[in-house]
Nanobody, 114 residues
Framework: QVQLVESGGGLVQAGGSLRLSCAASGFTFSSSTVTWHRRAPGKERELVAS????????YYAASVKGRFTISRDNAKNTMYLQMNSLKPEDTAVYYCYAPRLGSWGQGTQVTVSS
C-alpha cells in the first residue's frame, strides 16, 4: 500500500538547521508531484513547498522562501526538506503528501527554541 514516512525532525535553536526526509513506497514516486505541509499549534495545516516529478517545478510558501530547499532523489524514492535559519514560528508538525493519491505521512515534529 501507499506509504509516506517522514523523519529528521527534532529540537533546534533559532538560527539552526534541520533536514527532513520523506521515504515513499507503494506507488510510482518518480512520476508524482509531492509536497511538504506543516501544522503549527492552533493553526491550520499549510503548504510549505512542492516539487514536481522531475524537479522542474518547485514552489515555496513566502514564509520559507530563501530559507528552505525542497529536493528529491527518485532513485531512492525520497523527498527532502533542508531547513536553514530556523525561526520559532517554524515550530510545527511537518507532513509529506502525495496529492495525486491523497496520501499523507504520519508527520515529524520540528521545534525551534528562541
Amino acid at each position: 500500500q501507499v506509504q509516506l514516512v517522514e523523519s529528521g525532525g527534532g529540537l533546534v535553536q533559532a538560527g539552526g538547521s534541520l533536514r527532513l526526509s520523506c521515504a515513499a513506497s507503494g506507488f510510482t514516486f518518480s512520476s508524482s508531484t509531492v509536497t511538504w505541509h506543516r501544522r503549527a499549534p492552533g493553526k491550520e495545516r499549510e503548504l510549505v513547498a512542492s516539487i514536481s516529478s522531475g524537479s522542474g517545478n518547485i514552489y515555496y510558501a513566502a514564509s520559507v522562501k530563501g530559507r528552505f530547499t525542497i529536493s528529491r532523489d527518485n532513485a531512492k524514492n525520497t523527498m527532502y526538506l533542508q531547513m536553514n535559519s530556523l525561526k520559532p514560528e517554524d515550530t510545527a508538525v511537518y507532513y509529506c503528501y502525495a496529492p495525486r493519491l491523497g496520501s499523507w505521512g504520519q508527520g515529524t515534529q520540528v521545534t525551534v527554541s528562541s
